[in-house]
T-cell receptor, first 111, second 114 residues
């Protein structure tokens, strides 16, 4: 069964303190891995898509990487506005195009 | 370019009533997905539709839940005879194609069953 596990569940960082969020996945065949940001009371906001091991994507202070078993979301010198829940999802190659989500990492960046 | 729109944003229903949730996909998108987010849980897939067709409803409860995406108008998620366990945030997402395209999410409808 396809599965996504995110760690840690929650993370508190001081402003400027870099860290990484982990997304481990088990999937029959990976079509794509997706990172989203979700603010309280809002819908998930798309960040990145990764398709194959070794791929990397960057956007401002965020960088996503992918291996055959996991993905990391690296946050460099975070700011308080980066506080949110970060969600990871996978899409497999069989069947339809539904996403399987992890439960997310709640990030709090303190000023 | 307007994003995915959902309405209502908040919906309160008494047990036994019907709930209708609406989703208008992004312009140019013909693929719609519904997900449910229970408190302290991740987003769970419910159903995937294209215009006038249900492609995958493997995540939808067999009873009381139905979905449609007519040729004209928004996609509708319908929950009949709601129970307290149906209280959740329901998100709609759309994509331009099925494969190799990201899903963009709406703001969600928060259903509360009293």
């Amino acid at each position: 069964e396809d599965q996504v596990t995110q760690s840690p569940e929650a993370l508190r960082l001081q402003e400027g303190e870099s860290s990484s969020l982990n997304c481990s996945y088990t999937v029959s065949g990976l079509r794509g891995l997706f990172w989203y940001r979700q603010d309280p009371g809002k819908g998930p906001e798309f960040l990145f898509t990764l398709y194959s091991a070794g791929e990397e994507k960057e956007k401002e202070r965020l960088k996503a990487t992918l291996t055959k078993k996991e993905s990391f979301l690296h946050i460099t010198a975070p700011k308080p506005e980066d506080s949110a829940t970060y969600l990871c999802a996978v899409q497999n190659t069989s069947g339809t195009y539904k996403y399987i989500f992890g439960t997310g990492t709640r990030l709090k960046v303190l000023a | 370019n307007a994003g995915v729109m959902q309405n209502p944003r908040h919906l309160v229903r008494r047990r036994g009533q019907e709930a209708r949730l609406r989703c208008s996909p992004m312009k140019g998108h013909s693929h719609v997905y519904w997900y449910r987010q229970l408190p302290e849980e991740g987003l769970k897939f419910m159903v995937y539709l294209q215009k006038e067709n249900i492609i995958d409803e493997s995540g939808m409860p067999k009873e009381r839940f139905s979905a449609e995406f007519p040729k004209e108008g928004p996609s509708i998620l319908r929950i009949q005879q709601v129970v307290r366990g149906d209280s959740a945030a329901y998100f709609c997402a759309s994509s331009s194609t099925g494969a190799d395209s990201e899903q963009y999410f709406g703001p969600g409808t928060r259903l509360t069953v009293t």
